[in-house]
Each structure stands twice: as structure tokens, then as C-alpha cells.
């Protein structure tokens, strides 16, 4: 299976670090029909927890923040990769980043444990285009 790359948009927040901070957030944006495709939660010192959300569809994220009065940071631009979970199956996309002279500065992968992974890809707002047109997406 050849993988798939997707243009992404991703947004930040904060929220208190306690118990059922995530299950409360995540159940709002489903009540509204806010669908997610990546979601990761990272402490933020001793109290606080950011949520980096990948939504389907960027506008609805939008009017669901204003409704529900949370501060979203965003868009920023991320890649989104799926594909066969095989030895080296990231190794020829990061070689084209590489050789345009791109940097991931960040990034997050998991398997399914089935054959498959997701991988999601951070490089900055001033190398995205370069990432994009080296990827031949």
C-alpha cells in the first residue's frame, strides 16, 4: 500500500490538568458534530494540558470555540500520513523532505497493531509549501 499524505490544519488549547478534562472537551466537539482525525493531549507544566486537534472540517472547530468560549491557536499546517505498517515505510517521505531541505520539527506515529499507521508530520508555516511540492501532494 503506497501512503496516503494529507494537507492538514491543526489548532491548540489548554485546558486544567485534572481528571476528565479530555472526556469532557472531546464530548463537546462530538455534541456538535466537530469530527476529529488526529487529537494528542501533552502537559504543559504541573497544571496544565494542551490538546492539539486535527479537525475534518476546520470551521466547524471554529463555531463550536465560540460557542463553548474556549481559546483555539490555529490553523497551523501538518501533514497526515497513512499507510502499511512495514520496515522503513516513513523512510522514502522523509528522504524527499531531507533532500528539499525541509525540516520535522515535530511528529507523532502509531501502529494499529493490524498492518497499518497513522503518522502525523509538524514543519513550519515558512517550509510548507516546499514540504508539499517535494511530496507531490
Known amino acids: 500500500?503506497?501512503?496516503?499524505?494529507?494537507?492538514?490544519?491543526y489548532y491548540y488549547t489548554s485546558v486544567q490538568d485534572q481528571p476528565g478534562e479530555a472526556y469532557k472537551f472531546?464530548?463537546?466537539?462530538?455534541?456538535?458534530?466537530?469530527?476529529?482525525m488526529a487529537f494528542t493531549a501533552i502537559p504543559m507544566g504541573?497544571?496544565?494540558?494542551?490538546?492539539?486537534?486535527?479537525?475534518?472540517?476546520?470551521?466547524?472547530?471554529?463555531e463550536a470555540a465560540k460557542n463553548a468560549g474556549f481559546q483555539i491557536?490555529?490553523?497551523?499546517?501538518?501533514?497526515?500520513?497513512?499507510?502499511?505498517?512495514?520496515?522503513?515505510?516513513?523512510?522514502?517521505?522523509?528522504?524527499?523532505?531531507y533532500d528539499a531541505g525541509v525540516n520535522v520539527y515535530a511528529?507523532?506515529?502509531?501502529a494499529d497493531g493490524k498492518g497499518s499507521f497513522g503518522y502525523v508530520v509538524y514543519i513550519r508555516p515558512?517550509?510548507?509549501?516546499?514540504?508539499?511540492?517535494?511530496?507531490?501532494?
Do not use: Y
Open 1 to 9: 500500500m503506497t501512503n496516503e499524505i494529507l494537507r492538514a490544519e
Open 26 to 36: 472531546l464530548s463537546q466537539l462530538a455534541d456538535v458534530g466537530v469530527n476529529l
Open 46 to 62: 504541573p497544571d496544565r494540558t494542551q490538546f492539539t486537534l486535527f479537525p475534518e472540517d476546520s470551521n466547524k472547530l471554529i
Open 73 to 97: 491557536d490555529g490553523p497551523h499546517p501538518a501533514l497526515l500520513v497513512q499507510g502499511s505498517d512495514e520496515l522503513g515505510a516513513l523512510t522514502d517521505m522523509h528522504k524527499k523532505l
Open 107 to 110: 511528529s507523532n506515529a502509531v
Open 126 to 137: 515558512e517550509e510548507f509549501d516546499t514540504a508539499v511540492n517535494a511530496l507531490g501532494i
